[in-house]
């Protein structure tokens, strides 16, 4: 059985078509999860996984900007502190 054309064109119905491109991106997904190595019955503990690690990675990386940030803040105010105790000859020594 051949689909009726019209203008070079193939005519199908449109449930017809829906399952032909489900059917195919099923395909495709599968295709595609395969190349990168996500097939197969662990396919989704190993995306656990991985979203697992991004959620440390992000985790190392606030909790390092942070760090950084307080050693700033505590270093400025260290200077602040030495600089207020030279000021005022608070350790003696000096004319």
Do not use: N
């Not at 449109?14 to 097939?39: C, H, N, P, Q, S």
């Amino acid at each position: 059985m051949t689909p009726p054309r019209s203008e070079g064109f193939v005519r199908m119905p449109d449930a017809e078509f829906e399952a032909i491109l489900t059917r195919a991106a099923e395909v495709g997904a599968k295709r595609a999860l395969a190349d990168v190595g996500l097939d197969g019955s662990e396919a989704a503990l190993d995306i656990r996984d991985l979203r697992s690690l991004l959620d440390c990675i992000r985790l190392v990386r606030r909790t390092a900007m942070q760090t950084a940030v307080r050693m700033i803040t505590t270093g400025v105010m260290l200077a602040l502190l030495a600089g207020i105790a030279i000021k005022l000859k608070i350790f003696g020594g000096g004319p």
